[in-house]
């Protein structure tokens, strides 16, 4: 079962692998990246800051999608973790069990607008949050679990 859905740029640090993790009592956390899965150093980073008695998956786009499409991670309280707006969209796209998407962190570029302490967006990121929204899904802004949710179009 799919207990959060998160972009965040940092990927797994301390209030993914802790705050996040303890607040929908995940037991696993897949990393979902096309970059990472073929960056050792960064793997090895993610697994020394996963917390203890979390199983940590890292898979590409294409084969998390098929992974969660294939009932294979039904068994788990699952927090899926990716890096940017694009890979949200693309992975609620094509997994129907994904219904909500939260907004963790994103990195600042050139061209894109603040609408919020940690996000950051260009114009096709906007796009992907529209596509997210018209097809029914909550989108919130969210650092920490225990701060209030605010939902994306609230500041859009």
């Known amino acids: 079962?799919?207990?959060?859905?998160?972009?965040?740029?940092?990927?797994?640090?301390?209030?993914?692998?802790f705050s996040w993790t303890n607040a929908v009592?995940?037991?696993?956390?897949?990393?979902?990246?096309?970059?990472?899965?073929?960056?050792?150093?960064?793997?090895?980073?993610?697994?020394l800051g996963k917390p203890a008695g979390v199983k940590l998956v890292i898979k590409n786009i294409e084969d998390s999608i098929k992974a969660i499409?294939?009932?294979?991670?039904?068994?788990y309280k699952l927090l899926i973790v990716v890096q940017n707006i694009k890979d949200?969209?693309?992975?609620?796209?094509?997994?129907?069990?994904?219904?909500?998407i939260n907004l963790g962190g994103t990195k600042k570029q050139d061209g894109y607008?603040?609408?919020s302490k940690a996000i950051f967006i260009?114009?096709?990121?906007?796009?992907d949050i529209k596509?997210?929204?018209?097809?029914?899904?909550?989108?919130?802004?969210?650092?920490?679990a225990a701060e209030n949710s605010v939902p994306v179009?609230?500041?859009l």
């Open 122 to 127: 260009g114009d096709e990121d906007e796009k």
């Open 88 to 100: 949200a969209n693309r992975l609620s796209k094509e997994c129907s069990a994904i219904k909500s």
């Open 1 to 17: 079962m799919i207990k959060l859905c998160r972009v965040d740029h940092r990927l797994l640090h301390g209030q993914v692998a």
């Open 69 to 75: 499409n294939s009932g294979v991670t039904d068994k």
């Open 153 to 155: 179009q609230n500041v």
């Open 113 to 115: 607008r603040q609408i």
């Open 25 to 47: 009592s995940a037991d696993c956390i897949l990393v979902a990246s096309d970059h990472v899965v073929n960056d050792e150093m960064w793997k090895t980073t993610l697994k």
């Open 131 to 144: 596509d997210m929204l018209s097809r029914g899904l909550q989108v919130e802004i969210r650092q920490l």
